[in-house]
């Protein structure tokens, strides 16, 4: 599609912010109108329009696309979303480790551990740690306190959330990634420890790593958006 628009705006809208073009307000691809929270996050949609040339690229507004995710899906279905959200903590990458007293399990305890358990300290959470891949269910109560946590975000938050939660694997890493004085980089990282320890085994495959720079790609713009979402 050629570009239909020589300038792209952002203007206060009645519940927060609307990208413009040619100053006419944007809609999601659902038709709704797409009123984001903040300045910020405007702005991020914004600068996908602005940066197009004279062909859009219909890959580069992955902003855009998770904003409408956020007004026309989760604001929808907030509670299957958390739900969702709840299952990485079940399941949750930094609880499944190697066995006691192999090289791996020794990672796994120097990188995982302080992650998840400053996550734990923080959320008044218990997480149960498992050697091996059987599912082991976490405790109710510390899944309910998970689940209030996540209520309080709005669906912009949640959308940027989920993406980094299924990304990661790891509902702690997501949930992690909030916080002012974590590394979103250091983060990721944390997530694809095992990965990383298979390359240090048996050397790099190109086609995986192409695939690693591209999920984490995405997470860290998740994050991104998410702290767009939340800004004052």
Known sequence: MKRFYKEVGVEEAEGGFVVTLDNRRMKTQGGQAQIVPTDALARLLAGEWA?????????????????????????????????????YAETDTLCYRAEPGEALFERQEAEWEPVLAAFEKRHAVAFTRISGIVHHAQSEDSLTRLREALAEEDAFALAGLQTMASLAASLCIAMESREADNDAEALWDASTLEERWQVEQWGEDAEARERSDRQRAEFLRAHRFYRAAKAA
Do not use: C, H, N, W
């Open 51 to 87: 940066a197009q040339g004279d062909t859009l690229d219909p890959k580069a507004f992955p902003f855009r696309d998770m904003a409408d995710y956020a007004i026309d899906r989760v604001s929808a279905e907030r509670d299957e979303v958390i739900d969702k959200l709840l299952s």
